[in-house]
């Protein structure tokens, strides 16, 4: 099997997943890998991750041109300020639409530069600091031009009314970043108002010196 169709096979089989788990729904949220090549594998517009076809996956070359398949999601300039601003980090990129994340995105109290309290070491190692980005129309290229703002020193993202984006090396590890992403979100509403025992900073500290994020 070439490298091309196992990331395909390997893009739907993780997508279902997702989508079996609620992390996504209908038709929402977008995925894209890249292939050696610099070419790029990236969910079509419309679809449903739950039910994504291998063979119908969009392919763009290394300069975002749609090549073949079907038509890419209208987020592309969202994912391709990824892959241009962390170049040497980025394998791909997922974007949801999580419920927990996008209700976090939306409370006045959430921390703009720091969106995830330090409540657990592991979104600290995947995830590092996520920052809050403003309100976009789905599609807007703006989402990309705020993306390239931060340049490069953010491996994930969350847009305020709209959902998550996480970066990372290969694509599983950029789900599994997700999945942690969406999770802390959940347990930091679960235990909001509760005075929760956060780590230190001196826990912080030492997790981002032995475990650099992205």
Do not use: C, W
């Amino acid at each position: 099997m070439s490298e091309e169709a196992r990331l395909r096979e390997e893009m739907a089989f993780l997508a279902k997943s997702l989508y079996d788990r609620g992390l996504t729904h209908g038709s929402t949220g977008n995925i894209s890998a890249r292939l050696s090549d610099g070419s790029l594998l990236v969910t079509p517009t419309g679809s449903s991750l739950g039910m994504l076809d291998p063979a119908r996956i969009s392919r763009l070359d290394a300069d975002f041109n749609h090549v073949d398949g079907d038509r890419p999601t209208k987020e592309v300039p969202l994912h391709s300020a990824f892959y241009e601003t962390r170049q040497a980090q980025t394998g791909a990129v997922v974007h949801l639409h999580s419920t927990h994340s996008v209700a976090l995105s939306v409370l006045p109290e959430t921390d703009p530069d720091n969106v995830l309290p330090p409540i657990t070491p592991y979104s600290l190692m995947q995830l590092g600091k996520v920052k809050l980005l403003p309100y976009f129309m789905p599609g807007d290229a703006a989402m990309g031009e705020a993306v390239k703002g931060l340049a490069g020193k953010h491996s994930a993202v969350l847009l305020a009314n709209h959902g998550p984006v996480v970066a990372a090396k290969n694509l599983k590890a950029a789900v599994f970043a997700m999945e942690e992403l969406e999770a802390t979100a959940r347990l930091v509403l679960l235990t909001r108002g509760m005075n929760a025992k956060l780590l230190s900073e001196g826990d912080v500290a030492e997790l981002t010196t032995r475990y650099p994020p992205g």
